[in-house]
Structure formats: C-alpha cells, structure tokens
C-alpha cells in the first residue's frame, strides 16, 4: 500500500480527498493534519466520514514514513511546508495555487507576495492529468490545478493545441458555493448568494494567469484571457461557458470531430451536446459540449464537480499517475445524475 | 404625518422597515442608526434603497423629536436603549425578544440574563395584532412578536381560544435563512445550508415560551408546546405544520368556519386549503390552511414572509394601530406569486 | 380611470400584470381573459390576487369600452388578436414575440411562420422605455421586449450608441425558471434544473435578433451577437454578463460617467459597481455595472426581475408613458434585496 | 456473478439502481427494460452513465436466464409483471407499493383497486433490511420499502420495539423533489416549488398505512400515525422530523443508549446529535437523532438519501442479504458531504 497524508484536512477539499482515499484500494490513508483540530476525531468534523476514517487530526507531520503528501493547505501556507516535506522525500501534491504559475514574478503579482520557494516551483509538474500525464508519471511534486483552470482548460485545450483560435476568450464561469472554502463569509452567506447569482473578481480572479498560461503553453503564444466567476446557488458543481472565435472556417462536426480524438483515452472526458451538471456530481468526469455560431463563434460548455475533478479527484488522479497505477482507480464511478 | 425613526438599521429587518416606511403615506422616516456605520448612505448597505432612502445612518437618537420609535436592535441592546426613548415621549415599537415575555423570571431562564427594564415591560403591549388590537390602540409600547410566533399562533389561535385543543401542539417550523440575520453564521454558510433541510435548538429555542405564553393566555390555562425550528434552503419565507389533538369531534367545515370568523375582519389572514409560502412573499399576508386526520389529529399549516408579518410589516402594521390609521396602510399590496 | 383588460390571465406574466395593475392609481382593471379558466374567479389561480382582484376570467373580449388591452398571449396568438382589438381604438401593449422584429422576414425565419399583421407590424414602437420614450408617448401599439432584451440591452445601449463596440458581443444569461411560464416542462422540471445551472438554445434563442436590431439601430449598423441562456436554481430574477472589445482607449471611470449620463433622468436604471440581482426582485428597476479588462476588453453586468422590468413592469411603465402618465407611476417600489 | 435485470429504467429508481448495479462486484446487470426507449442506449436516457454502462434498454423481460429482476415500475405495473417474473425461478425484489400491504383490503383503500396477485403478496417480506435481516435472506420476493417508511421508521424503531409510546406518532417529513419521478408535474414544476416548502397529501398519504403496519408490528398493537409530506427545495435527500409521547420517563441518554444497542451492528445507520441530511447524500446511510422535551416529549429526527437507501440503495442491500453477501458490497462508500 501506498501511504499517504494529508496536511490540511478540515476544509472541503481536506474532507473530500479524506473521503476519496478511504476508499481506494492502493492508497492507505496514515495521518491527517489540522493544526486546530489536533487530536479530534476526522468524523467529527467530517460526520460523513464515520465508519470510514478512524484517525484523530494530527498536529503537523514531516513527510517522514510517508510516500505521498497532499497538502491541502491555503496558498502562501503550502510553499511553508512543502520544502521539508520534499526533502524527506515523500511525493507533494500540493492543492493550492502556491505552484502553479511558473513565473515568479507572476506569483507575486497575482498573490501578493514573493514566492520562497523557487527550487520546488521549478520541478513542480502542473498537474492537468489529461494533458500532461507522462510528465506526471515521472514527478515528484505536483501543483494540483485550481477548479476554474481545470474546468476551462479542459473545455479549450484542443482548439488551443491546434491553434484554431483568434484574439481572446471570454469565460463565464459559474460556480457552485463549495469553491469558497469551509469559513462562513458575506459571499457565501445563504441570504446573500441562496437566491441569486452573483459575479466577484471580475477580471481579477487570481485563476485567470493560471488558465492564460495553460492556454497560452498549449498554442506556443500568449493567450488572452477574460475571466469572470459568479456564485450560483449551488453546493457542488462548475460550469463554464467559453465564447472565442475561430481564425479559420469549422463546423462544429469537425470541432466534434477534433475533440474526440483529442480526449481519445481519456477515461474522464466526455463529449457531449450540452453538458449537464448534475451528471458530473460526486465524480472526477468533465463534461464538455461545444456550439458555432455565424461560422465563426464557438461557444464552448464545460462542467465539472469542482471539489472531485476540480480538486481532491484530480489529485488522487495524479497521484495514481505517479505511482504507476490506472488513473481512474479509486475514482471509477459515475456522477450522481439527479 | 408621522416622525419615526428607525434604530439598527443595518440588518435586514431594519432594511426591511426602511423599504416599508420609504412608501408609507403617513410616516416620515427621519433617521436611521447603525452604530458601526455612522455618516455612511444608508443605501450603501441597502442598495435596494437607492433611489427611496436618501438618509446617512446616525450614530444614535434620543427619541426626542420623534412620535414613535422602532428599536430594531438584538435582545440586551433593546432594553437598554428603550426607557430614555420611553421617557422622550415617543412611542416605541421593540422589534427584540426583550419585552414579550410577561414573567422576567421566563425571561432570564430562556435569555440567559437579568430583565433591566422591569417597568417597561409592564407597560409593554404584545403586538400580535389579529389578537390584540384594542390594547395596541391604547398602547405607547410594543413588544413586537418574533417571526415564529407570529407564524405559530396565528395558525392556532382560533383552537385555543375555543379551549379546543387536548395536551401538547407539536410545530414543526420551516423558516427561510434570512430570519438568521444578516452576519455570517455557519449554519447560514451556503454549502452547510443550501441543499439540505437543518433542525437547529430542537426544544430550546427563544420562541417557545412566547408562543405557549400567548396560546396559554388564550385558553386560560399553561400551554403544552414542543418547538422544533429549521432551516431550509430558501432566503425568505416561513412555514410551520402544526400538530395536536382536538378534545372533541369536530370536522374539518366546522373548523374552517370557525377559522373565518374568527379572521372575519382581519385583512392579513387568509384561509386557504393548503398555504403557498410564495403567495405571501413580500407582503404582510398570512395563509392559514388545516387538515383533520382520523377525527381528532388537526394539521394547521400557516405560511408567512418571516421579514414582514414576521418582523417588519407587523410593526409597521401596529404603528398603524397605535396612531390610529387603518391596519393596513403602507403594506396594502399582495405577495409575489413566483 | 383608464380601463385596461388583460388577454391571456392565466400565466405567470399575466398574473404579474394583474398583481401590478391592482394596485395601479389611474389604471382600472376590467377585465382579464382565459379561454380555458372563464367563469373562474382569478384569484383561484393567482392565489396571492385574493383580497386584491375581485375578477372571474372572461373568455375573450373585444377591445370594446377599454382603453388599453395588454396581451400577455403566446407569438402567433397575439397578432391573431391584435387586429380586432386595435381596430375597437384600445391601445394595444402586446408582451408576445410577434411585433418586436420590424422585418417580416426576420421574424418568419426565427418564429417559423409568416407574419400575418403586417399592418400593426409597421405602426408596433418598441417599447424599451429607456430608450424610446418620445415614441411610446405617440404611439398606440407597442410591442413589448422580451426579458433578455430588456437586460442586455439596458446595460449595452450606451456603449453602442457611442458607436465603442469592436467586432462581436458575446451574451452570457442567466436566467430564473419562471421566465419558462407556468406550464411544467422537463426543463423546468425541478430535479433536472434545482440543482445546476442549465445552457439552452445555444446560439439559437428567438431574442438574439431582437437584441441584435436594437443594437444595430442603436450604432447605425448592424450588431453581431452571440447570446446563450441558461437557466439558474431561481425563481424569478435575470443577470446578463456581457463580454466586447472597445475600439478605442477609455478609462472605467470615462463609462461609468458615459452610464449615468446615458440614464440621467431614468428612474428605473441604477449605475452599480456589481449589480445584485435581488436588490431589483419584486421591483421594476435594472442595475448596471461593468468592468474594463486590459484596455480594451468591457464585462457589462446588468440584473432585472424578469417578470417585472423584464415583462409586465414594463408593459405598465410603457402604458403609463402612453397615457401621459409618470412612468413610474404604480412601480414607485423598491426591490425587497434579501 | 449474479445475474441481475432492471425492469423499468428510465425513471431516476431505474436509474439509480443501474447506477449502483454497474459498479456492483458480485452482480452482473444484464437487462434494462423500457418499453417507450426500447432499443435505445441506457446512457443517452441517464447521461452520468455513460462509459459505465454499455446496454440498450429491452422492451420486456422474462424472468428466464436471471437471477434477479428488480421491478422499478409504478404500482399496478408491478403486480401485472411479478408473477411471470417469480414463476422463472428468479428472485423478485419489487420497489413499487404493490406488496408492502400484506393486508389486500388495506392495499385496496388506499390504492384504489384490487390486488390482484394475492399470493406474491403472501409469500412477499418486507425489505426493512435493519429489521428483517432474516427474513429477508430466507425470501425470494421482497417488497422493497417506501422512501418515507424507510426514513421515518429507521427513526422509530428502536422506540416501538420497547413499547415506549404512548399515542400518536405525529411524522413531519420533507423530501427532495427526486422522489417525485422523472415526470414532469405541476408540483415539482421550479417555479412552483424551488422557493418554497410545500405540503401535499396531508394526512392521505399511501406511505401513511406503511409506515404504521410496521410499527405496529413492532408493538405488538396497532400503531397511530399522522403523516403529512413536504417538498423542499432539494434535488436528493429526505428529513423526518418525528413527534411523540413516551409512555415513562427516560433520559435522553437512556435513549440514546437503546438506539446505539437497537442498530449496534447495522452498518447503515448511525446515532447522531442532529442528522445532517447532506451527510448521507449519495451513500446508503440513514443518521438517526433525538431529543427529549420536558421529560416525555420526544423528537426524532431521521435523514436519508432518498433515492439510496429510500429506494436503490436499500434493494441493492436486500439482493446482497438474498444472496448471502455481506449487506454492504457495491454500497461500502460516503455520502458527499457537501
């Protein structure tokens, strides 16, 4: 068995990973970190997870005996801990958005503050399963992607890839209130958000340099990104709807066409006509549906569970990955449906 | 007209009597205070208000000046602020939990502290208005009923006062997540609320011993209640499905007759088969609908927006009273419907 | 008095129409139509109405003795109606699809049928009543827009009319469900669309050449539109998130002085940094913010209540323009904001 | 391997139990039937299914060549197919409400017809898996329980079993719109029920008379119920919140203590402060929780996903006990959470 930890287990994304790894038949799940909550039942916290999880939370943990870390700890706090825990030399899977832009200056531009820990920023392999799985099989530190960049990128990568777009893209993304973290803030307030949808960080968010660099890797030139997320009154789920123009004539059959074979063995990947949220929900599958309009305009949908696929899923994706293992083991279930 | 003022306006019932005293055609809203957010635009906090309320909030007010004052303030804070605005001889509308329950040693045993303001609260008349009209019209001082009182007793109170009803009432509330207020709770955070059905204070909430001390006031004798409020995934809107036993044979005509004369002349109570809680939103109707089940069993059902008969509108509507004016000016229009 | 019937009573916008006009000071409802309802009393279908609308439905009328019909009727029955009516000398404000496309060819391509009333089709202002006040004041048919024209176009008629808009614009909708009417569908069914946000008719929907000629006129050539609705888990309530390209450098703040200029003397339109689409639910106002992002690229937010200003608040606003009345008369009232 | 049939797949029980059924280890789903989607992919009807389940659905079934044929058809359907069904020689495990009445005059009261396979009917067990245990592994028909009886006796049993109550049983339960079916109908309609909690067939129930042939079982005398249901705005889960009289004194802990021993190794259900209905969503889990109320009163409060162990779920664990598997295979997993 593969032991594993997690640093940062009382949030949604620690419960969620929490709940994917009790169940996986080759990960063995040997401590869980929470800095408050230390020697407190993880059911308590997590009532789901009674008759599951029989661990108290642990103060702190190195790396040492382990295999696998997942740090699941806010941005700013991972690039804290990850060095030592490399350095023991247990594998990182870090879930937040400490390793993702592989400019510093980038970083800390978007963030606020200078990034310390350039050696690990370096080897961090950004860890978009379907797009990147070789590198990932060879790393040892993974920056785990964050649910908006995952949702769109999914949906835009092929016509990224085959550098089928002109000028920028537009995306509107919808996310379900689970994205904001286990804190009770104004935005996630039920009175505020439970009857309404709500934008934020309109062409602020700090996922946008994120998606631009992805995008922009994938068509070997810059992409140019417009980002708006909006609450809606959802707990789980993701939709982005993507609004960019060809640079050449396609009909959507060919784009059909072009994304499956794209997303050929890509067991988490569906093609659809539009997707539909709620089959998504519980499991790591993306859904992703395109239109063209006028020849030239593509509106592409994407949707996703924003704490399995867009989180805690696509790390134990990863981490499979990287152990040599099936990718969808311990994740090969279907959304909920209704 | 009327010179009222509103203190605590920054939560959502002070934003709600704000909304209804902007358009009443006989009350002036001269001020509006908020400790925290003296010298800003009140509709900087209710930007609903734009365009209606062109007030800054005030630090505090003295009464003086004023003919009546609404105290919008939390239980503690009321009966502090209430005797000098008393003694400035305006009228005062306590919208608080601090002036409801008749006995201060009821009070302290379900409040936690000493009743300070013991003379007022002799003077203070319970403002459930179908109930007590006549004494409101007299009154200078309101205890206005909390949201789930009002929503209880006005289902039952056309039992209790026939001394109908044998042994205990068991409600079964519903309430919309506004009535939590408007601070950032965890039971009010969207993820723990938003798709699921809560009991919260199951047989300790606040309100219990305001509803048995009105339905015992009515029959004449203690009533026996068991209280169990939850939250459910809507913002505003209350429902309470109540249960008891009839202590003789009465059939459902009987009852509903029963019902309409009792509510004869009350324009805000309505009999209906079964309440819609869409059909009172925004208005200060309440829908009162019951079942008999096995010749004994009743089932009252009563439905209200829980800001406005349940708060705001209520005390509004005994501000009418008190100054003499027909029960339902200002708050004359019907509940949105969809 | 002005005597207005209603055609077509049964649904959510005629219930909305009548909930409105109810209350209305100069407006006296007369009558309101169902074919399949007549003989029943109103208020048995709108149960909010009861205590407000003392009505049976009619089966039809002719136009006879009113001064004004509102046709809150399906596309294709509303001009089969609307000859006869205009003929009697009522006023006509018909709430359907079928004379907002001046172009009859227009119009057959998106609604499949010809048109059959080419006649009222010539004379039919459109009555966006921001933009086209002078015209509905003469006019004695309007053709009433559609919800999603109303929202986007109140937040894109500044932008266009200064001739700033590069290339496309892309449309992104959210709407609530009852915007779908009162019969039950699967797409409003509630375990397909309570829990998710739902795309429709990408790139297909019947307002895309309504907004796309208002637009046009607007600049002075035609406009290119991309729009996507999508259904949110909400009852009422409608947020456009609308993405463009400037064709030349302004600043945010330079718009946001463009905004209020544009909609100085406009009651019903508020200039917001995000608008909040429960601040305008129950009310007939439309809040408008935006975002520029790198120079060039605008993210205009803009929320209405679709059943109000989004469809019968508008239809009374433009009734009370029709007759000299302020347009704000009978929707003086805020939102309720939570 | 098992081999296992679906009759009547196209409703959400259809497919939720397709959905457990594919990833279940020991049973090998073979057959799918719907006669209107005949001949059509399962996982064009039940999106989420795709890549999981690779039949078409058949237009009927015989019974020969299975080892189990679960019925997910309406009642009245049920008990015209059975009978064939359960001559084949296959086990019948029946989710309709044809054979949880052993009484036939009963079943005729409150389904309106007769019975009319009175000796499946005799031959049939209740599916309470946490009561019949033995039973159940000893049948060859099972009439799989309500979603209602599940979650409301779960929460009562232990009580009955001692005899503990005296009176009446007064059940308040609320329920997802799921449990609605995948028809379309005026109440799951989202504009009538999305913003609203509603009670529908108060007091006349077909679970009514279910629920109180099992607890009176349990007692040994006949059981009193008051049963009314509601609506919430919920996609997936189910509350009953449960009022009753002891006829001694016992603590809460007393209580609490004879739950845990009631249910001590019954790996579904779990005593708890207060259920957390999205504790169990997705999951075959049922929380049970209670409070006492001046001594003799108490609530029970119970929660389950409704289309889990409410409906799939359970029968899945029923086929597991008739077949000598541990009652958990192809079920052992979490709810969600959040």
Redesign the interface.
């Known amino acids: 068995m593969i032991k594993a930890a997690v640093v940062g287990g009382s949030g ?1 994304i620690g ?2 990973l929490t ?1 994917l790894l ?2 996986h038949p080759r990960i063995s799940l040997e401590a869980i970190t929470s800095r408050q909550l230390a020697g407190q039942q993880v059911a308590d916290t ?7 999880v029989d661990l108290e939370f642990s103060g702190s943990i190195t790396g040492e005996g382990m295999d696998v870390v997942f740090l699941a700890t806010p941005h700013g706090a991972s690039m804290k801990l990850a060095p030592e825990i490399a350095r023991s030399g247990a594998k990182v899977i870090d879930l937040s958005g400490d390793y993702r832009l592989k400019d510093p200056s980038t970083y800390k531009k978007w963030y606020g503050h200078e990034h310390t820990d350039p050696v690990n920023l370096g080897k961090a392999v950004y860890g978009m399963n379907e797009l990147y799985q070789d590198d990932i099989a060879e790393a040892d530190f993974i920056a785990n992607p964050g649910c908006y960049p995952t949702c769109s990128t999914l949906g835009l990568a092929p016509l990224f890839s085959d550098r089928l777009v002109e ?2 893209v ?1 995306i ?1 993304a ?1 996310s ?3 994205g ?1 973290g ?5 935005a ?13 960080k ?2 602020s968010h700090r996922h946008t340099p994120e998606i631009a660099q992805t995008l922009g890797l994938l068509q070997g030139d810059p992409a ?1 990104v ?1 980002f ?1 997320p ?1 609450l ?6 993701m ?1 982005c ?1 993507m ?1 960019l ?1 060809l640079n050449s004539d396609i009909t959507k059959q060919e784009l059909l066409d072009m994304y499956a074979e794209f997303f050929r063995r890509k ?1 988490f990947v ?1 093609i ?1 006509d ?10 790591n ?1 993306c ?1 992703v549906g395109l ?4 020849r030239r ?1 593509v ?1 592409v ?1 994407s949707a996703i569970d924003n ?1 399995v696929k867009g989180g805690a899923g696509q790390a134990v994706q990863n981490c499979n990955t990287m152990f040599g293992l099936p990718e969808e083991m311990g994740l ?7």
């Open positions: 949604y419960g969620e709940r009790s169940r997590h009532p789901f997870l009674r008759g599951y000028g920028w537009f509107d919808k379900g209130t689970s904001g286990v804190e009770p803030t104004k996630t307030h039920h009175p505020r958000c439970g009857a309404s949808v709500n934008p934020y309109v062409g140019e417009v708006t909006h809606i009154p959802v707990v789980r789920g939709l709807t609004y123009k067991r569906r659809t539009v997707p539909w949220m709620q089959a998504v929900i519980g499991s599958h859904e239109e063209v309009v006028d305009n509106v949908m704490l090969d279930f279907p959304g909920l449906g209704v």
